[in-house]
Protein backbone atom coordinates (compact mmCIF):
# COMPACT_ATOMS: atom_id res chain seq x y z
CA UNK A 1 0.00 0.00 0.00
CA UNK A 2 2.53 2.56 0.61
CA UNK A 3 4.48 1.65 -2.17
CA UNK A 4 1.30 2.17 -4.69
CA UNK A 5 0.32 5.34 -2.46
CA UNK A 6 3.66 6.41 -3.23
CA UNK A 7 3.73 5.93 -7.35
CA UNK A 8 0.12 7.39 -7.44
CA UNK A 9 1.29 10.62 -5.78
CA UNK A 10 4.46 10.91 -7.17
CA UNK A 11 6.24 11.18 -3.54
CA UNK A 12 9.11 9.05 -4.40
CA UNK A 13 8.71 7.05 -1.36
CA UNK A 14 11.75 4.58 -0.06
CA UNK A 15 9.37 1.72 0.73
CA UNK A 16 11.09 -1.09 3.16
CA UNK A 17 9.31 -4.33 4.67
CA UNK A 18 10.51 -6.57 7.20
CA UNK A 19 9.02 -9.79 8.37
CA UNK A 20 10.40 -13.28 10.48
CA UNK A 21 8.65 -15.61 7.64
CA UNK A 22 10.64 -16.02 4.07
CA UNK A 23 9.05 -13.52 1.88
CA UNK A 24 9.55 -14.49 -2.03
CA UNK A 25 8.84 -11.17 -3.97
CA UNK A 26 9.47 -13.75 -7.26
CA UNK A 27 6.54 -15.72 -6.32
CA UNK A 28 4.53 -12.51 -4.88
CA UNK A 29 5.21 -10.79 -8.31
CA UNK A 30 4.22 -13.96 -10.32
CA UNK A 31 0.64 -14.67 -8.01
CA UNK A 32 0.21 -10.80 -8.57
CA UNK A 33 1.18 -9.24 -11.92
CA UNK A 34 -0.73 -6.35 -11.20
CA UNK A 35 1.76 -5.38 -8.76
CA UNK A 36 4.84 -7.06 -9.91
CA UNK A 37 6.45 -3.02 -10.52
CA UNK A 38 5.44 -2.04 -7.23
CA UNK A 39 6.64 -5.11 -5.84
CA UNK A 40 10.03 -4.74 -6.90
CA UNK A 41 10.66 -1.67 -5.58
CA UNK A 42 10.20 -2.44 -2.17
CA UNK A 43 13.79 -3.17 0.12
CA UNK A 44 12.28 -6.58 1.36
CA UNK A 45 14.23 -7.79 4.26
CA UNK A 46 12.63 -10.82 4.48
CA UNK A 47 13.43 -13.48 7.98
CA UNK A 48 14.26 -11.11 10.04
CA UNK A 49 12.33 -10.25 12.89
CA UNK A 50 12.10 -6.67 14.33
CA UNK A 51 14.22 -7.39 17.25
CA UNK A 52 16.96 -8.73 14.16
CA UNK A 53 16.45 -5.69 12.14
CA UNK A 54 19.59 -4.10 11.53
CA UNK A 55 19.47 -0.76 10.28
CA UNK A 56 20.55 3.03 11.81
CA UNK A 57 18.54 4.81 14.38
CA UNK A 58 15.98 7.58 12.90
CA UNK A 59 16.17 5.55 9.44
CA UNK A 60 11.77 5.92 8.86
CA UNK A 61 9.45 8.67 8.63
CA UNK A 62 6.72 6.41 9.25
CA UNK A 63 6.76 2.97 10.65
CA UNK A 64 3.28 0.38 10.14
CA UNK A 65 2.42 -3.17 11.61
CA UNK A 66 -0.86 -4.96 10.45
CA UNK A 67 -1.48 -7.85 13.28
CA UNK A 68 2.13 -7.49 14.10
CA UNK A 69 3.66 -5.74 16.95
CA UNK A 70 1.17 -7.36 19.27
CA UNK A 71 2.37 -10.91 19.02
CA UNK A 72 6.18 -9.52 19.95
CA UNK A 73 7.40 -8.66 23.12
CA UNK A 74 6.18 -5.67 23.64
CA UNK A 75 8.76 -3.03 25.60
CA UNK A 76 11.67 -4.07 23.60
CA UNK A 77 9.73 -4.01 20.20
CA UNK A 78 8.37 -0.20 21.03
CA UNK A 79 12.13 0.66 21.73
CA UNK A 80 13.10 -0.42 18.60
CA UNK A 81 10.34 1.47 16.84
CA UNK A 82 11.29 4.71 18.88
CA UNK A 83 14.59 4.15 18.20
CA UNK A 84 13.91 3.90 14.25
CA UNK A 85 12.00 6.24 13.91
CA UNK A 86 12.84 10.28 13.11
CA UNK A 87 12.09 13.18 15.26
CA UNK A 88 8.51 13.53 14.19
CA UNK A 89 7.96 10.09 12.69
CA UNK A 90 5.10 8.38 12.75
CA UNK A 91 4.04 4.67 14.32
CA UNK A 92 0.54 3.38 12.79
CA UNK A 93 -0.19 0.05 13.69
CA UNK A 94 -3.58 -2.00 13.26
CA UNK A 95 -3.63 -4.86 16.20
CA UNK A 96 -5.77 -7.67 17.30
CA UNK A 97 -8.57 -7.43 20.06
CA UNK A 98 -10.06 -10.12 22.18
CA UNK A 99 -13.29 -9.33 21.54
CA UNK A 100 -12.94 -9.26 17.41
CA UNK A 101 -14.89 -11.62 15.41
CA UNK A 102 -11.88 -13.64 14.06
CA UNK A 103 -10.15 -14.43 17.90
CA UNK A 104 -13.84 -15.58 18.69
CA UNK A 105 -14.07 -17.76 15.79
CA UNK A 106 -10.16 -19.38 16.63
CA UNK A 107 -11.00 -20.04 19.99
CA UNK A 108 -14.03 -21.76 18.51
CA UNK A 109 -12.27 -23.54 16.31
CA UNK A 110 -8.89 -24.25 18.38
CA UNK A 111 -10.52 -27.49 19.91
CA UNK A 112 -11.25 -29.11 16.38
CA UNK A 113 -7.99 -28.26 15.21
CA UNK A 114 -6.12 -29.82 18.28
CA UNK A 115 -8.31 -32.85 17.97
CA UNK A 116 -7.96 -33.05 14.03
CA UNK A 117 -4.05 -32.37 14.47
CA UNK A 118 -4.19 -35.78 16.84
CA UNK A 119 -5.20 -37.74 14.86
CA UNK A 120 -3.16 -41.11 13.71
CA UNK A 121 -3.72 -39.90 9.94
CA UNK A 122 -2.22 -36.26 10.47
CA UNK A 123 0.35 -37.30 12.86
CA UNK A 124 1.93 -40.75 10.90
CA UNK A 125 4.69 -40.43 8.67
CA UNK A 126 3.57 -38.59 5.31
CA UNK A 127 5.83 -40.78 3.19
CA UNK A 128 3.45 -41.93 0.19
CA UNK A 129 3.05 -45.59 0.52
CA UNK A 130 4.61 -47.32 -2.13
CA UNK A 131 3.29 -51.24 -2.17
CA UNK A 132 -0.25 -52.31 -2.86
CA UNK A 133 -0.50 -52.88 0.77
CA UNK A 134 1.15 -50.23 1.95
CA UNK A 135 -1.53 -48.13 0.22
CA UNK A 136 -4.62 -50.88 1.85
CA UNK A 137 -3.86 -50.00 4.99
CA UNK A 138 -3.14 -46.04 4.65
CA UNK A 139 -6.85 -46.22 2.77
CA UNK A 140 -8.24 -48.05 6.24
CA UNK A 141 -6.56 -45.43 7.96
CA UNK A 142 -8.18 -42.98 6.01
CA UNK A 143 -11.58 -44.56 6.67
CA UNK A 144 -11.01 -44.69 10.55
CA UNK A 145 -10.40 -41.28 10.67
CA UNK A 146 -13.29 -40.26 8.82
CA UNK A 147 -15.33 -42.11 10.81
CA UNK A 148 -13.75 -40.28 14.11
CA UNK A 149 -14.32 -37.17 12.30
CA UNK A 150 -18.12 -38.03 11.91
CA UNK A 151 -18.43 -38.98 15.13
CA UNK A 152 -17.19 -35.56 16.69
CA UNK A 153 -19.22 -33.75 14.55
CA UNK A 154 -22.14 -35.65 14.96
CA UNK A 155 -21.66 -33.56 18.61
CA UNK A 156 -21.51 -30.35 17.05
CA UNK A 157 -23.02 -29.92 13.15
CA UNK A 158 -21.83 -26.30 13.49
CA UNK A 159 -18.59 -27.17 13.41
CA UNK A 160 -17.01 -26.15 10.08
CA UNK A 161 -13.50 -26.95 10.46
CA UNK A 162 -14.83 -30.64 11.11
CA UNK A 163 -16.99 -30.42 8.11
CA UNK A 164 -14.46 -28.64 5.43
CA UNK A 165 -11.96 -31.24 6.77
CA UNK A 166 -14.04 -34.23 6.49
CA UNK A 167 -15.55 -33.23 2.95
CA UNK A 168 -11.64 -32.99 1.53
CA UNK A 169 -10.69 -36.44 3.00
CA UNK A 170 -13.96 -37.70 1.49
CA UNK A 171 -13.05 -36.62 -1.78
CA UNK A 172 -9.06 -37.86 -1.37
CA UNK A 173 -10.38 -41.34 -0.50
CA UNK A 174 -12.50 -41.60 -3.73
CA UNK A 175 -10.11 -40.13 -5.86
CA UNK A 176 -7.51 -42.75 -4.70
CA UNK A 177 -9.40 -45.81 -5.68
CA UNK A 178 -8.34 -44.77 -9.28
CA UNK A 179 -5.18 -42.06 -9.03
CA UNK A 180 -3.51 -42.91 -5.62
CA UNK A 181 -0.48 -40.53 -6.01
CA UNK A 182 -2.45 -37.50 -6.85
CA UNK A 183 -4.79 -38.15 -3.79
CA UNK A 184 -1.96 -38.39 -2.00
CA UNK A 185 -0.63 -35.42 -2.79
CA UNK A 186 -3.82 -34.26 -2.30
CA UNK A 187 -4.04 -35.18 1.33
CA UNK A 188 -0.16 -33.82 1.93
CA UNK A 189 -1.77 -30.34 0.74
CA UNK A 190 -4.26 -31.21 3.39
CA UNK A 191 -2.13 -32.23 6.37
CA UNK A 192 0.23 -28.87 5.88
CA UNK A 193 -2.84 -27.02 5.74
CA UNK A 194 -3.98 -28.32 8.88
CA UNK A 195 -0.84 -27.66 10.62
CA UNK A 196 -0.75 -24.27 9.56
CA UNK A 197 -3.96 -23.61 10.88
CA UNK A 198 -3.74 -25.59 14.31
CA UNK A 199 0.43 -23.54 14.82
CA UNK A 200 -2.06 -19.97 13.66
CA UNK A 201 -4.73 -20.53 16.12
CA UNK A 202 -2.83 -21.31 19.06
CA UNK A 203 -0.68 -17.90 18.60
CA UNK A 204 -3.90 -16.16 17.98
CA UNK A 205 -5.13 -17.14 20.86
CA UNK A 206 -2.29 -16.98 23.29
CA UNK A 207 -1.30 -13.80 22.00
CA UNK A 208 -5.32 -12.74 22.67
CA UNK A 209 -4.55 -13.74 26.37
CA UNK A 210 -1.95 -12.09 26.87
CA UNK A 211 -3.87 -8.65 25.32
CA UNK A 212 -6.60 -9.83 28.31
CA UNK A 213 -4.60 -9.44 31.03
CA UNK A 214 -2.71 -6.22 29.95
CA UNK A 215 -5.51 -4.51 28.40
CA UNK A 216 -3.55 -1.49 28.33
CA UNK A 217 -0.28 -3.04 26.59
CA UNK A 218 -0.36 -0.09 23.69
CA UNK A 219 1.33 1.97 26.43
CA UNK A 220 4.51 0.26 26.27
CA UNK A 221 5.25 2.70 23.23
CA UNK A 222 4.03 5.83 25.34
CA UNK A 223 6.63 4.65 28.09
CA UNK A 224 9.47 4.59 25.04
CA UNK A 225 8.63 8.03 24.24
CA UNK A 226 6.07 8.26 21.96
CA UNK A 227 2.72 9.94 22.19
CA UNK A 228 -0.54 8.45 21.63
CA UNK A 229 -2.28 10.54 19.13
CA UNK A 230 -5.28 8.50 17.50
CA UNK A 231 -6.91 5.03 18.69
CA UNK A 232 -10.20 3.92 16.87
CA UNK A 233 -12.27 0.86 16.57
CA UNK A 234 -11.98 -1.00 12.69
CA UNK A 235 -14.96 -2.92 11.68
CA UNK A 236 -15.86 -4.70 9.39
CA UNK A 237 -18.73 -3.94 6.33
CA UNK A 238 -21.08 -6.07 8.35
CA UNK A 239 -20.23 -3.92 11.92
CA UNK A 240 -18.49 -6.60 13.39
CA UNK A 241 -14.76 -5.75 15.44
CA UNK A 242 -12.17 -6.86 13.09
CA UNK A 243 -9.65 -4.62 15.02
CA UNK A 244 -7.86 -1.64 16.84
CA UNK A 245 -6.03 1.01 15.04
CA UNK A 246 -3.55 2.93 16.64
CA UNK A 247 -1.14 6.61 15.70
CA UNK A 248 1.72 7.48 17.78
CA UNK A 249 4.17 10.07 16.91
CA UNK A 250 7.32 11.44 17.73
CA UNK A 251 8.12 14.83 19.26
Known amino acids: MGQAFSDQHHRDFC ?15 TQHPDYAAQLRAIKMLSRTPLNNLNVPEHSFDLITSQFGFEYTPWSESAAIVARLL ?3 GHFAMVAHRPDSTIVIQMRYQQADL ?6 DLFTAPKKRPNTAAASKRWLTLVERTLNE ?3 RFQANREALILRQVGEQLESIKQ ?8 AHTKFIDLANQL ?3 HVTAADLTAM ?3 LEHEPNWHIALQKAGLQLTQQCDIRYDTGDIAA ?3 VFHVP
Open 15 to 29: VSACDAANIKLRELS
Open 86 to 88: KPG
Open 114 to 119: EFLAGL
Open 149 to 151: IYQ
Open 175 to 182: QAQQKFNQ
Open 195 to 197: TIS
Open 208 to 210: ARR
Open 244 to 246: TGY
